[in-house]
């Protein structure tokens, strides 16, 4: 049996990142900061690394996207082009938390902590995640580049296949920062 054909990616933060995997070889890696716009960027980026490496869309055996922790309205970009593309794809898309992917590239004994809002971290325990003081975490891991995420978001995919994995959902740990809006909704008209 070959090895899968991967396309991973995040925009669970400041980033829009890609990445390009079969098996364990890594055939391409993207990541670009961006505080806005990552809904507009990703299709174009995810064409970009499949044209650059002479793939198509129908070669791909799976799709993986970061499910977060982390920005609200990143996540469900990620998460939304993950599940309409293997709709459209017909192949499946593995959901892949940062703790999975993180734990994959830190260093033994360092604890994977993702930045949040107000200087707090998400970190996991054994009785599961939980937001907390940046300061309080005294053995952070180094946090990965983009492009890294990304590489390990695939390759998370790799370890689950060929397991048909259920649609990728978001994982959040806190509440929304936005308020419901005070405006009176509009009427429908007949």
């Known amino acids: 049996m070959t090895s899968p054909l991967i396309l991973g990616f995040d925009t669970s933060a400041a980033h829009c990142a890609a990445a390009l995997v079969r098996g364990d070889d890594i055939l391409a890696s993207v990541g670009e900061e961006m505080a806005r716009g990552q809904a507009?960027?990703?299709?174009?980026?995810?064409?970009?690394?499949?044209?650059?490496?002479?793939?198509?869309?129908?070669?791909?055996?799976?799709?993986?996207?970061?499910?977060?922790?982390?920005?609200?309205?990143?996540?469900?970009?990620?998460?939304?082009?993950?599940?309409?593309?293997?709709?459209?794809?017909?192949?499946?898309?593995?959901?892949?938390?940062?703790?999975?992917?993180?734990?994959?590239?830190?260093?033994?004994?360092?604890?994977?902590?993702?930045?949040?809002?107000?200087?707090?971290?998400?970190?996991?325990?054994?009785?599961?995640?939980?937001?907390?003081?940046?300061?309080?975490?005294?053995?952070?891991?180094?946090?990965?580049?983009?492009?890294?995420?990304?590489?390990?978001i695939a390759r998370c995919a790799v370890r689950h296949w060929p397991d048909r994995p259920t649609a990728p959902a978001p994982f959040y740990i806190r509440a929304p920062d936005a308020a419901p809006a005070r405006d009176a909704p509009p009427a429908i008209l007949p």
């Not at 998460?79 to 709709?87: D, F, I, T, Y």
């Not at 959901?95 to 970190?123: C, H, K, N, Q």
């Open 40 to 152: 507009e960027r990703l299709m174009s980026l995810l064409e970009e690394v499949l044209k650059d490496q002479g793939v198509t869309w129908a070669d791909l055996d799976a799709l993986a996207v970061g499910t977060g922790p982390g920005n609200f309205t990143g996540i469900r970009i990620g998460v939304s082009a993950a599940r309409g593309l293997a709709l459209g794809l017909e192949c499946p898309a593995y959901g892949v938390t940062g703790f999975d992917a993180r734990d994959m590239l830190a260093p033994s004994g360092m604890t994977v902590a993702i930045p949040a809002p107000r200087e707090m971290v998400y970190v996991m325990h054994h009785t599961g995640p939980e937001l907390v003081p940046a300061a309080d975490v005294t053995d952070p891991a180094p946090h990965p580049a983009p492009a890294e995420l990304a590489v390990a």
